[in-house]
C-alpha cells in the first residue's frame, strides 16, 4: 500500500489487493473481500483467476480428488423455499435406498478406486442415528475409504455417535451468512444452529465442509463476501458454492437464480483467502456452463463429485431441474471426469484426499 493511499483511506487498486493476498497471505477484509467480487474489468478478471490457480498449485498440486456422491433418499422433512425437494413438493417421486442397495453402490465407488463416499440426503426421519450408525459401520467394515455425511441438521449427541463410528467428514452448507436472507429462505433452521453445528463438528474431530448458494433473491455481494468470511472463521476444511438455480415447483420458481460468473468469483476468491480448503467444482454449476468444471479448476478448485446414485434414483434426487448426468452410471461419467481432468493437464488424486490442513492424507 503506498503511502498515499494509506494518508487518505484510499482501497488499493485491484491488481494490488491480489497481489497482498496472494503474495503476502495478508488477511483481507469483508469489504477488501466484497472489492475483489464485484471485479467486472476482464483483465483483472484474468488476474484474479491466475492468482487462484497458482495459489492451488503452489499449495495442493496437479492432483483434483473425486467424491463418489451418494443421494440415498431424498425424502425430506424441511421447506427451504429453493429446493425441489422440500416436504411440500407433491411433484416429486420419493425414495429411500435400502442399505443394501447402498452398500452395493459404495462398493461401486470402491472398486473405482475412489477414496470417499458422501452419503447425501434430505433430512430423513427414517434415517435415524442408530440405522445410520449400522450404515457406517458396515462401510467401514467393508472398505478402507473415507466417510462423509450430508444429511442436514442432527443433534450433538447424534453427531458424537457418528464419529464414533468412524464417520471422518461431514458437510452441512451455510447457505448463506446474512441471518435475515438466511430466515427468509428456511422455515426449519436457524443460521446460529447452522453455525453451532459446524463448530461442534470441528470440536468432534470431523472435517468439516461448508459453502453456500449464489444468486438467492436480495443476496448482494457484500453477503458473498461474509460467507468467504464465516468458512475463514470457521476454519472449515471444504467450500462448496453452487449457483441457485430456480426449481418450478417451489416458492421461488420467478426467480432469475445465480450466475456462472460469480459462482467463479467465488471459487477464486475463496482460494485467495481460505488456501489450504478443498473447492469442489459443484454439479449445480456444471449444469450452467458445459466447461464450467474445467473453468472452476482452472480459477482455483481441485475437487469433483461423480454421481455415484444409481438409476432410477438419481434423476429422483432433483434439487433443481436439468442436473447433469441423470441418464449416465458413475463408470461413465468416471471416464467422462477422467478425460476432462487430462485435457486440462491436472491428475487424478489417489486416496482419500483428507483435510489439506493435516496435510491432505
Ligand atoms: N439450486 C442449487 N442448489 C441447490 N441446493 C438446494 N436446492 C438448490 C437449487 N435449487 C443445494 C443446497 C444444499 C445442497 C445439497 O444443494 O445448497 O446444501
Ligand atoms: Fe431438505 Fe436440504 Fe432441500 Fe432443505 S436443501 S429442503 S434440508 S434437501
Ligand atoms: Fe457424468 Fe460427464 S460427468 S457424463
Not at 468467504?228 to 430456480?246: Q, S
Request: glycine fraction near 8%; include cysteine.
Amino acid at each position: 500500500m503506498s503511502m498515499y493511499s494509506l494518508d487518505t483511506g484510499m482501497r488499493s487498486s485491484v491488481p494490488e489487493l491480489i497481489r497482498r493476498a496472494e503474495i503476502e497471505g495478508a488477511v483481507l477484509s469483508i469489504e477488501e473481500i466484497e472489492e475483489l467480487l464485484t471485479i467486472a474489468d476482464p483483465a483483472e478478471l484474468d488476474l484474479l483467476w491466475q492468482a487462484a490457480n497458482r495459489v492451488r498449485a503452489e499449495l495442493i498440486g496437479s492432483d483434483i480428488w473425486m467424491r463418489g456422491l451418494l443421494e440415498f433418499s431424498n425424502v425430506c422433512r424441511c421447506n427451504c423455499l429453493y429446493c425441489g425437494l422440500r416436504a411440500d413438493n407433491t411433484g416429486i417421486t420419493r425414495y429411500r435406498m435400502s442399505s443394501a442397495q447402498i452398500l452395493a453402490a459404495v462398493d461401486r465407488i470402491a472398486k473405482a478406486g475412489i477414496g470417499t463416499v458422501v452419503l447425501q440426503s434430505g433430512e430423513d426421519p427414517y434415517w435415524t442415528a442408530e440405522r445410520l450408525v449400522s450404515l457406517i459401520e458396515a462401510i467401514k467394515r467393508r472398505h478402507d475409504m473415507a466417510v462423509t455425511l450430508s444429511i442436514g441438521n442432527r443433534t450433538e449427541s447424534e453427531l458424537a455417535e457418528f464419529r464414533r463410528a468412524g464417520a471422518d467428514r461431514f458437510l452441512i452448507r451455510h447457505e448463506t451468512a446474512n441471518p435475515s436472507l438466511y430466515k427468509e429462505f428456511h422455515p426449519d433452521s436457524t443460521l446460529e444452529d447452522r453455525v453451532r453445528q459446524l463448530r461442534a463438528l470441528k470440536d468432534m474431530g470431523f472435517e468439516t465442509g461448508s459453502g453456500c448458494l449464489v444468486g438467492l433473491p436480495g443476496q448482494t455481494t457484500a453477503d458473498l463476501s461474509s460467507d468467504i468470511a464465516l468458512a475463514r472463521e470457521l476454519n472449515v476444511d471444504m467450500f462448496g458454492v453452487g449457483p441457485f438455480i430456480p426449481h418450478p415447483d417451489t416458492p421461488l420458481r420467478e426467480a432469475s437464480g445465480g450466475t456462472a460468473l460469480m459462482t467463479y468469483k467465488m471459487i477464486a476468491v475463496a482460494r485467495l483467502v481460505l488456501r489450504d480448503v478443498h473447492i469442489p467444482v459443484t454439479t449445480a454449476l456444471s449444469t450452467l456452463e458445459e466447461e464450467g468444471r474445467e473453468k472452476g479448476w482452472a480459477r482455483g478448485a481441485n475437487i469433483v463429485m461423480p454421481n455415484a446414485t444409481p438409476s432410477p434414483y438419481r434423476a429422483q434426487y432433483e434439487l433443481y431441474k436439468n442436473k447433469r448426468c441423470i441418464d449416465d452410471t458413475l463408470e461413465h461419467c468416471l471416464g467422462c471426469l477422467s478425460r476432462r481432468i487430462s485435457s486440462v493437464n491436472r491428475t487424478l488424486g489417489y486416496g482419500r484426499g483428507g483435510s489439506l490442513k493435516k496435510g491432505g492424507q
